[in-house]
């Protein structure tokens, strides 16, 4: 079962889809990884133990901490999103492709692991068998996530969407099956575009999808528009996980989640906040208007 509230990470990294300035306080605030858990820390103290983190370059440390702090955390869990695209670019800008190969590849690996990667990669590569490059892919980012408990793998929106475009439904389809199977979660679909997503992913035979999707008054990032979501949230049989529900600070608190709260359909909602205040007094909106 999807948990009801679950923790963002987009504060931590500098993400505010609607300002440069705060999205550059923000990545200020966060630079320090301490100033990261110990927000970890209130939420986790206010009763939320479900925790959705980007594949990004921060995301090593703070699993690191969460690692050597377990005892600290014995009900968290995680929500995973991957892969973080962005990473991958600027490594490549910095340091080259063989740098950025051995790093993200090779790391942390024995030579029988990196024998049997290059093995499957490789040969998948000559093959163009992408949905082989995408269970090494996992794999790479899920190294990350090692020995935390982890119940819902998401698949980004920057490469979701993307393929959703191409109507790719055999990689969908072997997403879902590889985590299921290997991960022993569930998978979980970013996207900007609920509606086509999830009778997408319906077709693809995928049962009670997972889709995770901005959700708020203002139709922030809600492709087409607004009603098709609402369209979809009252019609169609998925879980869907309301994300942007602030629609980065255009929406106040309570209005924000009056509005998710009125689709009895959702039964998650993801948010992030940089204080004490703003996590509890979500938390206890979300609690309060939400009937889970």
């Known amino acids: 079962m999807i948990d009801n509230v679950i923790f963002g990470d987009n504060q931590f990294f500098g993400i505010n889809h609607m300002s440069e300035e705060k999205a550059r306080n923000l990545?200020?605030?966060?630079?320090?990884?301490?100033?990261?858990?110990?927000?970890?820390?209130?939420a986790y103290d206010s009763g939320i133990k479900s925790f959705m983190i980007n594949s990004n370059e921060r995301a090593r440390d703070i699993c690191d901490y969460l690692r050597a702090n377990s005892s600290r955390y014995p009900d968290l869990c995680l929500y995973p999103s991957m892969p973080y695209a962005h990473k991958y670019a600027n490594m490549v800008a910095e340091k080259g492709i063989f740098a950025?190969?051995?790093?993200?590849?090779?790391?942390?690996?024995?030579?029988?692991?990196?024998?049997?990667?290059?093995?499957?990669?490789?040969?998948?590569?000559?093959?163009?068998?992408?949905?082989?490059?995408?269970?090494?892919?996992?794999?790479?980012?899920?190294?990350?996530?090692?020995?935390?408990?982890?119940?819902?793998?998401?698949?980004?929106?920057?490469v979701s969407d993307l393929l959703l475009g191409f109507g790719l439904k055999d990689f969908f389809i072997a997403f879902d099956s590889y985590i299921r199977k290997k991960y022993?979660?569930?998978?979980?679909?970013?996207?900007?575009?609920?509606?086509?997503?999830?009778?997408?992913?319906?077709?693809c035979g995928i049962e009670n999808p997972i889709v995770c999707s901005s959700v708020n008054k203002a139709g922030f990032l809600m492709n087409p528009d607004i009603n098709s979501y609402e369209a979809t949230l009252k019609d169609k049989k998925f879980r869907p996980v309301a994300m942007s529900i602030l629609a980065s600070g255009a929406v106040p608190p309570e209005e924000a989640v009056k509005y998710v709260c009125q689709h009895n359909s959702i039964r998650s909602v993801v948010f992030g906040a940089s204080s004490r205040q703003h996590i509890i007094e979500t938390k206890n909106l979300i609690e309060r208007y939400c009937q889970f």
């Open 184 to 203: 022993h979660a569930e998978a979980g679909f970013v996207t900007m575009n609920m509606p086509k997503m999830v009778e997408f992913l319906i077709d």
């Open 100 to 158: 950025t190969l051995k790093e993200t590849i090779l790391a942390d690996f024995s030579m029988g692991n990196i024998i049997g990667m290059i093995t499957k990669g490789g040969g998948s590569l000559f093959e163009k068998d992408m949905i082989k490059v995408m269970q090494l892919l996992v794999d790479i980012e899920m190294k990350i996530y090692r020995d935390l408990t982890v119940k819902v793998v998401f698949l980004q929106n920057i």
């Open 27 to 42: 990545s200020e605030k966060f630079s320090d990884l301490k100033a990261i858990t110990d927000i970890i820390e209130i």
